[in-house]
C-alpha cells in the first residue's frame, strides 16, 4: 500500500510569488490535514480537509489556503510569499476525521528567497 | 491554547534504555502520541495511547500515561544509534470546530552514543 504523497520534495521561491503544494493520501484514507514545521515554532497545525470540506483551520493568515479533490487529494496554495513562510509542510493522511492513527508525508521544504 | 511540553536534548549510551518525557494540558485528549523524525524525513508513527489508558507496550518501546497529571513518557528500551532522531509528543484534541487536531510538543533531539 502506498503511503503519503507529497508533491515537490523540495521548492524555491521568491517573496511575493504564490505556490501551490500537492498531498496525495493513502488509498482510502479521506481525512487530510497540513501542517507547517520550522525550527523556531514547530509543527503548527493549518487546516484539515474531509469529503472535500475544510473542517478546521488553525491559527494563520488568509494568504494561506486549501482544498480537497473528489478523490481525497488535497493541495495547499500559499500566495504573496514572506520570507518567514519558508518551512516543512507537511501532510497527514486518516482514514476518518476522528481516527486513531495520522500517517505523514515526507513533506515539501518550502525556501522563500 | 493548548499546549505540549517536552525536554529539548537526551543523550543516551547505546544499550541503554532512553526515556523521553511530555507533558499536556488539553484534558479533553483522546490520544496521545509519539512520532519519530530523522533528518530531512517526514514524520514516522511510532506508537499511541488512548487517554484511558495507563500504560502501551510495543516490542521495545513502553508508553506509560499518568492521566492526573497529564504526563506521558516514551520508554526505548536497549536504545540502538538507529534510534537517533527527533522524537514529538502529541495530543489529539477536539478543536472549537468540532473537529480534531494535533498538537505537538517542540520535539525532544535523541543522541545515542556508540
Not at chain 1, 64 to 91: H, I, K, P
Request: with cysteine.
Amino acid at each position: 500500500k502506498a503511503g503519503v504523497t507529497q508533491t515537490p520534495r523540495y521548492l524555491i521561491k521568491t517573496r511575493g510569488q504564490q505556490v501551490t503544494l500537492s498531498c496525495s493520501p493513502i488509498s482510502g484514507h479521506r481525512s487530510v490535514s497540513w501542517y507547517q514545521q520550522t525550527p523556531g515554532q514547530g509543527l503548527q497545525f493549518l487546516f484539515e480537509y474531509f469529503s472535500e470540506t475544510q473542517r478546521n483551520k488553525g491559527n494563520f493568515p488568509g494568504r494561506f489556503s486549501g482544498r480537497q479533490f473528489s478523490n481525497s487529494r488535497s493541495e495547499m496554495n500559499v500566495s504573496t510569499l514572506e520570507l518567514g513562510d519558508s518551512a516543512l509542510y507537511l501532510c497527514a493522511s486518516s482514514l476518518e476525521v476522528a481516527t486513531t492513527e495520522a500517517f505523514f508525508g515526507q513533506g515539501t521544504r518550502l525556501t522563500v528567497v | 491554547g493548548e499546549d505540549v511540553e517536552q525536554s529539548l536534548f537526551l543523550s543516551v549510551r547505546e544499550g541503554d534504555s532512553s526515556v523521553i518525557n511530555c507533558t499536556y494540558t488539553d484534558s479533553s485528549s483522546t490520544y496521545l502520541y509519539w512520532y519519530k523524525q530523522e533528518p530531512g524525513a517526514g514524520l514516522q508513527l511510532l506508537t499511541y495511547i488512548f487517554s484511558n489508558m495507563d500504560m502501551k507496550q510495543d516490542q521495545r518501546l513502553t508508553v506509560l500515561l499518568n492521566k492526573k497529571d497529564k504526563h506521558l513518557s516514551l520508554r526505548i528500551a536497549d536504545t540502538q544509534t538507529g534510534d537517533s532522531a527527533i522524537y514529538f509528543c502529541a495530543e489529539k484534541g477536539i478543536s472549537g470546530a468540532g473537529s480534531y487536531q494535533l498538537t505537538f510538543g517542540k520535539g525532544t533531539k535523541l543522541s545515542v552514543i556508540p
